[in-house]
């Protein structure tokens, strides 16, 4: 019989912990298949955040960090800077991780240009501690924290990072994404093979944002929640290229 | 080998380097900024990195990776980054990755001042970050032994996996001394020697060896374990690691303790106290962590001895770990300062001169 698919060796044989139509799980495979594309021989290096990704070490299948939370690039920083350009490093993380904590590690590490990738997953909530709100939850959405929904008076209106980090002078690419259905997914790892083309090639720092949904903590049925992430999180967070050095 | 002079925080910096440290990272602050800028000039020299971070916070996270590679990473702060660096150096301890952290301690608490302080013991000695972990914690008194300290930092905190810790105060950094530098030693990362580091592992590789820099245990029995290991690893420090001075403490009428810098002007006071036929002796903790608690009892325990007096730059931290030691078996009197002002000389005679008269 001929082989149609097999899993790509830079995923462990690890079951993911990952909720029901949770998209990391997605995210994870996109990211693997895409080093395992690049033909690395083991020059891969990645760091897990704080969140719900936290075990991403016992998934990827190459040398690993975990990072204390928000801290992912500072600790990709330290990496690039010994192991050098023959090497890709990347980061994953949570919007809790990267936009709240962490603001100062990834502004800096765009900052500096730094040789680097990041696969930002965002959504709009605090998976692993139970629904609280994230500085990326929507107007209006109902977190832990914010029973009756997000106020815009109270709170600020949520954060875009990827247009964000576009301003940073040294940022190179930035792109978001969503996994919300198969073209888009397949646009997503098109984006993260060019994010990390990008750093191979020796290019500052590239970032793509993933819109992903967290059916679990936004109290919706998988499929509920790919519609809610289109009908809300999509109008706010426009997907496309936001910066592109090699294009310009 | 010939003498140089050097400014305390140039020569630490270039034994640093020549001890095998080819990454440096850190954030400016006073009094220990001359550590970075040496460090920016000299590095590129030897092929090395500096990066100037965007915070403590970044730098130390900086050094975990950095670290977990294998490299020899050092970075260096003073008091209130080194509070910034608390959370990175629990993750450095919990996930064993080997580095140096300098602390030019300065005057606190919140941002105190810029003046030499060795207020940061109990941070240094007890933990500071989250968890049951230790760092071996060097307390140098001089230059000379801050520089000779550093040529064997790196090959103890290999060893054990355990970061090491450098507890200075603004003095030693801002001193100029002559000093003798050793050799450079030639260090490259040897993926044999740190099967644990991430050296490049690819699937089809030994899954033993695939390189993860973690802390996080998630069931209690794999974290119960992990802490067990780790306190097996700190009890053969504790058994192999503890240095100190003794300075005429045999036959002594009196027992001084103090570290750092502030065991030097101790010295002085001693030999003062000599020639006025009062018998003093001094032990220095060269390690305070592990702290040196059986040589302070053996040394308290002679009968010569009538009491201890406890001196340090700040409001008494050391003293609680003289009081372990001692066990109540001697009185124990304290005499420092805190707001950086150094204790004098005249200070200290007159502090045992006082203890004589029963005061
Ligand atoms: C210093 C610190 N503060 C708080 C936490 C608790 N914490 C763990 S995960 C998390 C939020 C993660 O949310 P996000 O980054 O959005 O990831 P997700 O789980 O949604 O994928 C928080 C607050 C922590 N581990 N460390
Ligand atoms: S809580 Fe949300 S983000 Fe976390 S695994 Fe479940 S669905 Fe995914
Ligand atoms: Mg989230």
């Given at each position: 019989?001929?082989?149609v698919f ?14 029901p139509g949770?998209?990391?799980g997605i ?10 594309e690049?033909n ?7 760091v897990?955040?704080?969140?719900c990704s936290?075990?991403?070490y ?5 040398d690993?960090y ?6 992912a690039p500072?600790v990709a ?12 490093v990347?980061?994953?993380q949570g919007?809790g991780d990267?936009?709240s ?8 590490v765009?900052?500096?240009g730094?040789?680097i990738?990041t696969?930002?997953v965002?959504n ?9 709100m994230?500085p990326?939850t929507?107007?209006?959405?109902k977190?832990?924290?914010c ?5 815009e008076?109270w709170?600020?209106k949520?954060?875009?990072m ?5 301003a940073?002078p040294?940022s190179?690419y930035?792109?978001r994404c969503?996994?919300?259905?198969t073209?888009n ?11 990390f083309r990008?750093q ?19 109290g919706l049925a ?10 809300n ?8 290229v936001?910066k592109?050095k090699?294009?310009e | 080998?010939?003498l ?10 270039e ?6 440290a080819?990454?440096?990272f850190?954030?400016p602050?006073?009094?220990q ?6 460090m920016s000039?000299r590095m590129p020299e030897?092929?090395?990195c500096?990066?100037q971070?965007?915070?403590?916070v970044a730098a130390?996270?900086m ?18 980054g ?21 602390n ?5 608490p ?19 970050g989250n ?5 071996l914690?060097f ?9 000779d300290?550093m040529?064997?930092a790196y090959?103890k905190?290999?060893y054990?996996?355990?970061p090491v810790l450098?507890l ?7 001193m ?14 040897d ?6 580091a991430?050296?490049g ?21 794999s974290?119960a374990?992990h802490n067990?290991e780790l306190q ?8 192999n690691e ?8 045999e036959g002594?009428?009196y027992i001084?303790t103090?570290?750092g ?9 001693i030999?003062?106290l ?7 002796g001094?032990i ?6 592990p702290f040196?608690?059986d040589?302070?009892k053996?040394?308290?325990?002679q009968?010569?001895v009538k009491?201890?007096?406890d001196?340090?730059l700040?409001e008494g931290?050391m ?5 372990l030691?001692?066990?109540?078996a ?7 300062h805190?707001g ?7 200070e ?12």
């Amino acid at each position: 019989m001929a082989v149609v698919f097999e899993k790509t060796k830079y995923l462990t044989d690890k079951v993911f912990h990952y909720c029901p139509g949770c998209g990391h799980g997605i995210i994870h495979r996109l990211v693997a298949e895409v080093i395992d594309e690049m033909n690395l021989n083991g020059k891969v290096i990645g760091v897990a955040p704080v969140g719900c990704s936290v075990f991403a070490y016992d998934y990827f299948n190459c040398d690993m960090y975990e990072a204390a939370h928000g801290r992912a690039p500072a600790v990709a920083t330290g990496v690039k800077r010994v192991v050098g350009k023959d090497t890709l490093v990347f980061t994953y993380q949570g919007d809790g991780d990267l936009a709240s904590i962490g603001t100062a590690e990834i502004v800096h590490v765009a900052h500096r240009g730094e040789k680097i990738s990041t696969i930002f997953v965002n959504n709009a909530i605090y998976g692993m501690t139970g629904g609280q709100m994230a500085p990326t939850t929507l107007v209006g959405q109902k977190a832990t924290t914010c029973p009756k929904g997000r106020d815009e008076d109270w709170c600020g209106k949520p954060i875009k990072m990827a247009e964000m980090l576009s301003a940073v002078p040294s940022s190179y690419y930035i792109e978001r994404c969503a996994v919300n259905n198969t073209a888009n997914i397949n646009k997503t790892k098109k984006a993260i093979a060019k994010a990390f083309r990008l750093q191979m090639e020796g290019k500052g720092f590239c970032m793509v944002e993933v819109l992903s949904p967290c059916p679990t903590n936004w109290g919706l049925a998988p499929t509920e929640a790919m519609k809610w992430l289109e009908d809300n999180m999509m109008p706010y967070y426009p997907l496309g290229v936001f910066k592109d050095k090699e294009a310009e | 080998m010939a003498l140089t002079l050097m400014k305390g925080s140039e020569a630490i910096a270039e034994a640093a380097i020549r001890a095998g440290a080819r990454y440096f990272f850190g954030y400016p602050i006073t009094p220990q900024t001359e550590i970075p800028e040496y460090m920016s000039a000299r590095m590129p020299e030897v092929g090395g990195c500096f990066l100037q971070a965007e915070s403590e916070v970044a730098a130390i996270n900086m050094v975990y990776g950095a670290g977990g590679t294998g490299a020899r990473v050092i970075t260096s702060s003073s008091s209130p980054g080194v509070s910034l660096k608390q959370e990175g150096i629990s993750y450095c301890a919990g996930a064993n990755v080997p580095c140096v952290i300098i602390n030019v301690m300065r005057g606190g608490p919140g941002l105190g001042n810029i003046q030499a302080s060795q207020g940061d013991y109990f941070q240094g000695t007890k933990g500071g970050g989250n968890g049951d972990y230790h760092l071996l914690t060097f307390a140098p008194s001089s230059v000379q032994e801050f520089i000779d300290l550093m040529m064997v930092a790196y090959d103890k905190a290999e060893y054990y996996r355990i970061p090491v810790l450098f507890l200075a105060d603004g003095i030693i950094a801002q001193m100029m001394e002559p000093v003798e530098l050793p050799e450079m030693v030639d260090f490259k990362i040897d993926p044999e020697k740190k099967p644990w580091a991430c050296t490049g592992w690819q699937p089809g590789d030994d899954p033993e060896k695939r390189g993860i820099i973690n802390s996080i245990y998630i069931d209690t029995e794999s974290l119960a374990v992990h802490n067990d290991e780790l306190q097996a690893m700190y009890k053969t420090v504790i058994e192999n690691e503890q240095q100190w001075e003794e300075f005429n403490c045999e036959g002594a009428d009196y027992i001084i303790t103090a570290f750092g810098t502030v065991a030097r002007i101790a010295k002085s006071a001693i030999t003062e106290l000599k020639a006025q036929g009062i018998n003093v002796g001094l032990i220095r903790p060269i390690t305070v962590w592990p702290f040196p608690y059986d040589a302070i009892k053996k040394v308290v325990a002679q009968d010569s001895v009538k009491a201890v007096l406890d001196v340090e730059l700040n409001e008494g931290q050391m003293l609680e770990d003289v009081k372990l030691a001692i066990g109540g078996a001697k009185d124990v009197d304290f005499f420092g300062h805190c707001g950086s002002q150094m204790p004098t000389t005249d200070e200290i005679v007159a502090k045992i001169l006082s203890m004589k008269e029963g005061k």
